[in-house]
Every structure is written in structure tokens, then in C-alpha cells.
T-cell receptor, first 111, second 113 residues
Framework: GGIITQTPKFLIGQEGQKLTLKCQQN?????MYWYRQDSGKGLRLIYY???????QKGDLSEGYDASREKKSSFSLTVTSAQKNEMAVFLC??????????FGPGTRLTVL | GEQVEQRPPHLSVREGDSAVITCTYT??????FFWYKQEPGASLQLLMK?????EINEGQGFTVLLNKKDTRLSLNLTAAHPGDSAAYFC????????????FGKGTKLSVKS
């Protein structure tokens, strides 16, 4: 088994601020993902990465940057926080083409 | 690309009743399907995975049926209990080299005792 860790658990930022969310996994999975989930809604894919230093845009990549520094870690940066970005950001990982395992999430609040 | 429609968005049943959630997908080449459960305030937990070669999977208190002809996937909770109250999401993976999953928008299930 393994675990996905997301830091921080809660993130409070100011409108216009650059904010970074981090994700670590010890499954030794190749592929990692960042999703955004708005309250009571489904998941929207922001970025994913199928190997170290790879980046693929999802459906919601505008306003975000991502970085796959090494196989076990995947960071997401909100380039300029907006009030309508209050949401939970979920990180996931998988053996490529298999089921995804999800982290506990980072809850973002923008003041 | 693949699209997944999930119904109903909200479902309320009494304890002991059955509950059925259905997803229809558009890509007939999709070959790998998943059901996730998300309890309030928690992350997504894998409930069941279904390959195209498997039509029925049974878990603890639920059945998953894949109908390839109708491109439909369903989750049937046979005797719901309050602990089943959660959001449920289906997901599909298309054929080819696509590492992404396409998720349904979710069903919020409420089981009343």
C-alpha cells in the first residue's frame, strides 16, 4: 500500500496572490494528477504528468502552473488567486492507465 | 473526447431500500470503468473497478453492471444503510494512450433511517 500527502490541508490567501499546493506519493506511481472540486460539484482536471518533468494540460489549466519535480512529487501553483477559486484541490496518482488514488485534499479560501 | 453523463444528481432513499446510480458514456472504445465514493468532507475512495470483459462485479452490499451495448454503467446498492450516505462518482477511461479519466458529475445519496 501507499499514501498520498497533500500540504497544506487548508490554505488561505489574498486575491491576486500566488499560491502553491504540494503533493507527495509513495506508491511509486508514474502518473500524477491535480483536480479542482467546487462545493457539491464534480472533478475538473487541471494538470497531469505521466513521468518526471512531464506536464499535460487538463480542461482547467488556465490560471495554474504545475511542476513535477520528481517521480514522487507534483506541485500546483495558482498564479493569481481569485475569489471564485474557493474550492478543494485534489491530487491523485496512478500506474498509468489504471485506477487513480486520491489524496485528502487542500481546501483553498481566498479573502 | 469521452463524455460521461451520471444520473440522478441527488437520490434519497430509506434504510433497507435499493439505490441505483447510472452512467452513460459516449466512447464505445472505453474499456476501464471506476466507481468512487466520497463521504462528506473526505476525499475519493475507490469502490470498484470494472473491465470491459467483466459485466457484473459484486462488492460488499453493492453490484456494478456494465452494459457495453448500451454504453451504460450502473451501481446498485442492494440494501442501503445510513453509512452509504455519500457522493458517488463514476469514471471512464477511453482506449488508446490517454492517461486521463472522464468523471461523471456525481450523485449525492442520502439514506434515511
Amino acid at each position: 500500500g501507499g499514501i498520498i500527502t497533500q500540504t497544506p490541508k487548508f490554505l488561505i490567501g489574498q486575491e491576486g496572490q500566488k499560491l502553491t499546493l504540494k503533493c507527495q506519493q509513495n506508491f511509486n506511481h508514474d502518473t500524477m494528477y491535480w483536480y479542482r472540486q467546487d462545493s457539491g460539484k464534480g472533478l475538473r482536471l487541471i494538470y497531469y504528468s505521466i513521468t518526471e518533468n512531464d506536464l499535460q494540460k487538463g480542461d482547467l489549466s488556465e490560471g495554474y502552473d504545475a511542476s513535477r519535480e520528481k517521480k514522487s512529487s507534483f506541485s500546483l501553483t495558482v498564479t493569481s488567486a481569485q475569489k471564485n477559486e474557493m474550492a478543494v484541490f485534489l491530487c491523485a496518482s496512478s500506474i498509468t492507465y489504471a485506477e487513480q488514488f486520491f489524496g485528502p485534499g487542500t481546501r483553498l479560501t481566498v479573502l | 473526447g469521452e463524455q460521461v453523463e451520471q444520473r440522478p444528481p441527488h437520490l434519497s432513499v430509506r434504510e433497507g431500500d435499493s439505490a441505483v446510480i447510472t452512467c452513460t458514456y459516449t466512447d464505445p472504445n472505453s474499456y476501464y470503468f471506476f466507481w468512487y465514493k466520497q463521504e462528506p468532507g473526505a476525499s475519493l475512495q475507490l469502490l470498484m473497478k470494472v473491465f470491459s470483459s467483466t459485466e457484473i462485479n459484486e462488492g460488499q452490499g453493492f453490484t456494478v453492471l456494465l452494459n457495453k451495448k448500451d454504453t451504460r454503467l450502473s451501481l446498485n446498492l442492494t440494501a442501503a444503510h445510513p453509512g452509504d450516505s455519500a457522493a458517488y462518482f463514476c469514471a471512464a477511461r477511453s482506449g488508446g494512450s490517454n492517461a486521463k479519466l472522464t468523471f461523471g458529475k456525481g450523485t449525492k445519496l442520502s439514506v434515511k433511517s
